[in-house]
């Protein structure tokens, strides 16, 4: 089973609807990071959080919200859904515990498609 | 704050060739951290080598090693006896060792084709 687990994995679905992105670890880490990629820019941090109570936002959180309900789960929400957020997401997990090369670990991403 | 900057969107290299994937960054830090993430089609996000900034010495894992001038502020990628598998979008990336956080700032990426 994979370690980070991001659902759904792929999404279509049209202008102004509410969407959430989920993502579960089971990799016992504190931090968990939302990322969204963009053909020639490259994965760019939207929300982070370094446990439950503690969530900062990124470069490009306009437009997204998060939630931490537990220290697994980490979710993503886009409350009205435009097409330019069309992109593939990302969630990724590290342990504040470890050393500091220690890498981020990604799921798999959603692939979102906005109509 | 910090800036990556991949500047090959797009590079080839001929099976069991070397290939050079370049990568610079911007900081006023001393202590921070660079990674080389690999994405196949697949789109999984795998880590391919990382340096830790305080040492002089290139790291290397298998066929990748990396060129690191660090008053030039360059990390490169070099992948030696390139393998069909080594076709890829490739990220540089950088962490800070000094801020709070562990968040990561990516280049742009550089697709990387194998030609057989």
């Known amino acids: 089973d994979a370690d980070v687990t991001q659902t759904p994995r792929n999404r279509i679905t049209k202008t102004g609807k509410r969407i959430m992105l989920e993502c579960s670890q089971t990799?016992?880490?504190?931090?968990m990071y939302w990322y969204r990629q963009d053909p020639g820019l490259g994965l760019q941090l939207i929300y982070y959080?370094?446990?439950?109570?503690?969530?900062n936002k990124g470069e490009i959180s306009d437009g997204y919200s998060v939630s931490r309900q537990a220290q697994a789960k980490f979710s993503l929400s886009l409350e009205s859904a435009i097409p330019n957020q069309t992109a593939l997401y990302f969630c990724?997990?590290?342990?504040?515990?470890?050393?500091?090369?220690?890498?981020?670990?990604f799921g798999d991403g959603t692939r979102l498609s906005i109509l | 704050a910090q800036t990556v900057t991949q500047s090959q969107p797009e590079m080839s290299v001929q099976e069991a060739e070397t290939v050079t994937l370049s990568c610079t960054y911007d900081?006023?830090?001393?202590?921070?951290?660079l990674f080389w993430y690999k994405q196949p089609p697949s789109r999984q996000m795998i880590l391919v080598i990382r340096?830790?900034?305080?040492?002089?010495q290139n790291a290397t894992e298998n066929r990748f090693s990396v060129n690191f001038q660090k008053a030039a502020k360059s990390f490169s990628l070099k992948i030696s006896d390139s393998q069909l598998g080594d076709a890829a979008m490739y990220f540089c990336?950088?962490?800070?060792?000094?801020?709070?956080?562990?968040?990561?700032?990516f280049g742009e990426g550089t697709q990387l084709t194998v030609n057989p």
């Open positions: 990724a997990t590290s342990d504040s515990g470890q050393v500091k090369w220690q890498p981020q670990h």
């Open positions: 990799k016992g880490h504190d931090r």
């Open positions: 959080s370094f446990d439950v109570k503690d969530i």
């Open positions: 900081t006023s830090e001393s202590d921070y951290y």
């Open positions: 340096q830790e900034a305080y040492k002089q």
């Open positions: 990336a950088y962490r800070s060792g000094e801020t709070s956080g562990s968040r990561l700032t």
